[in-house]
């Protein structure tokens, strides 16, 4: 199955989840008058759109190389990746935190707080089953490099995104609970706005850390190390190319990338056999690296053998 297949369905099952996620929680704010109930449900709602956007990048990344775009559209899915981080801020962080800090100001009784506690126990069970299937994913593909080591390097940003998004869901439904909880138990209602506050500030926490990974491939990140050392471990096999005076690796999308480079051949060498043996080389690396979807080698002189 393709990266592209195996984030898709992550992104359709997270959306299913939270559309049912919503739904309940929206229904429970207005009966318990819960802050925190609210944030979680806005949250949740933010999250269906956000799992849309994500869809609609995955799908626009599809798309051919046009005459306009030549390197195709593979960056797509990183716009709207950095969109969702933009409305995980704005839409759930930024509002949570100021619904927080208008229920501690201007605290009200929770209702039916053990209503609230079975829905937002219930959610946890649905959002811990999406984030489960999140971080089985990521182990498979990270190979066993350390985990966060992992979200941090990997080029996969829509299931980045879509583990971001469900596991600040599931750290903001506990603490939804903790604070209806207290608030219930106590009669302040200010608790109640303490957990809304603290949702807000993981949504935000979240959501700057996607737009800061996102960005980077947005500008034009260099592709995963391997690809280097395949380049170079490739070059050693070949007796007819001397080494690689250039390297430059662009990641142009999830599972596309681009390798531009300078490779010294032997003294007298005629153009004919320099350009098969270029030829041999692509083949040979796009075989070994099938992510490397556009190469570009030019033969070159080693600066000793200008004099």
Not at 254 to 259: A, I, L, N, Q, T
Request: aromatic content about 8%; glycine content about 10%.
């Amino acid at each position: 199955m393709s990266a592209h297949s195996d984030s898709t369905k992550h992104i359709v099952q997270s959306l299913l989840v939270n559309i049912t996620i919503a739904v309940v929680k929206a229904i429970a704010a207005v009966l318990t008058k819960s802050g925190a109930m609210l944030a979680e449900a806005l949250h949740s709602g933010a999250d269906c759109g956000n799992q849309v956007l994500l869809l609609v990048g995955v799908r626009g990344a599809r798309r051919a190389p046009t005459p306009s775009h030549p390197l195709g559209y593979g960056r797509d899915v990183y716009f709207w990746s950095f969109m969702v981080a933009l409305l995980l801020f704005s839409g759930g962080g930024v509002f949570s935190i100021y619904e927080g800090i208008h229920k501690i100001n201007h605290p009200e009784p929770v209702e039916k707080a053990w209503l609230g506690e079975a829905i937002l126990g219930f959610s946890l069970l649905l959002e811990g089953f999406a984030t489960f299937g999140n971080i089985k994913e990521l182990n498979r593909r990270r190979a066993g490099k350390p985990f966060m080591k992992y979200l941090r390097d990997t080029k996969d940003s829509d299931l980045v995104v879509v583990f971001g998004e469900n596991s600040a869901a599931v750290l903001g439904l506990v603490l939804a609970m903790i604070a209806l909880f207290i608030a219930d138990r106590t009669k302040d209602g200010r608790w109640d706005g303490v957990g809304s506050f603290a949702i807000g500030l993981v949504l935000v926490g979240v959501a700057v850390f996607l737009a800061v990974e996102v960005k980077s491939l947005l500008l034009g990140e260099a592709a995963d190390p391997e690809i280097e050392k395949a380049v170079h471990g490739l070059v050693a096999e070949h007796s007819d190319i001397e080494k690689v005076l250039r390297l430059v690796t662009v990641q142009q999308g999830p599972g596309e990338v681009m390798v531009m480079m300078k490779l010294a051949f032997p003294a007298g060498m005629v153009i004919d056999e320099a350009c098969r043996k270029i030829n041999e080389f692509e083949t040979n690396l796009r075989t070994q690296r099938p992510e490397v979807r556009w190469c570009f080698i030019e033969p070159d002189i080693p600066h000793d053998r200008e004099r």
